[in-house]
Every structure is written in structure tokens, then in C-alpha cells.
Nanobody
Framework: QVQLAMSGGGSVQAGGSLRLSCAMSRDTFNRWCMGWFRQVPGQEREGVAVIDDDDGTTYADSAKGRFTVSKDNSKSTLYLQMNNLKPEDTATYYC??????????????????WGQGTQVTVSS
């Protein structure tokens, strides 16, 4: 069983920065496709950024130029650095992992394991 423990999040003003972390309870971390998703109540969960097992990254248009996904294999930890945050970034953010999601990385249904979620609130 894989567990993903998230930390980070919180409330910031527009233009501010936050960093989310997601620690995996598995030492084969480097073999997984890891994604960041977010969800607003009443809306579908949407992909934000993905890093695959070859360290290739993919970003949603809304995240390009502002968010950076990275990972530290030695710590089995995934990160999402979010800069220049906007009120429309307000959502619950989730990390996700699956060994085979890189074929359709922004499809939440492709991910088996999920973090507990953390709230990000950006005020104007």
C-alpha cells in the first residue's frame, strides 16, 4: 500500500508564493508518474503539473510560467512551487501517483494513489 503525505498550503495574498510537498511511503519513488491536481467545490478535479519517471514535466496552461513541479528521489518527495499566485488558484490541491499514468497524465482516473489534500487560498 502506498501512502502520500502532503504538507504546505495555506493562505496568501495575490502575487505570493507557496510550496506544496508530497512524501511517498515507498522507496521506488523514482519509478512513478507523479501529478498535482486541484479541485474547487462543484467542479471536476483538474491537472496542474506532472512529472514522470523520466523527469519529464507537463503543465496546465494556467500553471505555465508560475508553477514548478520537482522531486527529490532521495527523500521520495514531490514538490510544487507556486509563484505569482492568483485568486483563481484557490482550490484544494492533491498529489497523486501511479506507475502508468504518463500515457494520460492529466486524467485523474489514471492515478491509483492520492494525498489527503491541502487547501490553498489566494486573496486579492
Amino acid at each position: 500500500q502506498v501512502q502520500l503525505a502532503m504538507s504546505g498550503g495555506g493562505s496568501v495574498q495575490a502575487g505570493g508564493s507557496l510550496r506544496l510537498s508530497c512524501a511517498m511511503s515507498r522507496d521506488t519513488f523514482n519509478r512513478w508518474c507523479m501529478g498535482w491536481f486541484r479541485q474547487v467545490p462543484g467542479q471536476e478535479r483538474e491537472g496542474v503539473a506532472v512529472i514522470d519517471d523520466d523527469d519529464g514535466t507537463t503543465y496546465a496552461d494556467s500553471a505555465k510560467g508560475r508553477f514548478t513541479v520537482s522531486k527529490d528521489n532521495s527523500k521520495s518527495t514531490l514538490y510544487l512551487q507556486m509563484n505569482n499566485l492568483k485568486p483563481e488558484d484557490t482550490a484544494t490541491y492533491y498529489c497523486a501517483a501511479d506507475p502508468g499514468a504518463d500515457n494520460d497524465p492529466f486524467n485523474p482516473a489514471r492515478y491509483t494513489y492520492w494525498g489527503q489534500g491541502t487547501q490553498v487560498t489566494v486573496s486579492s
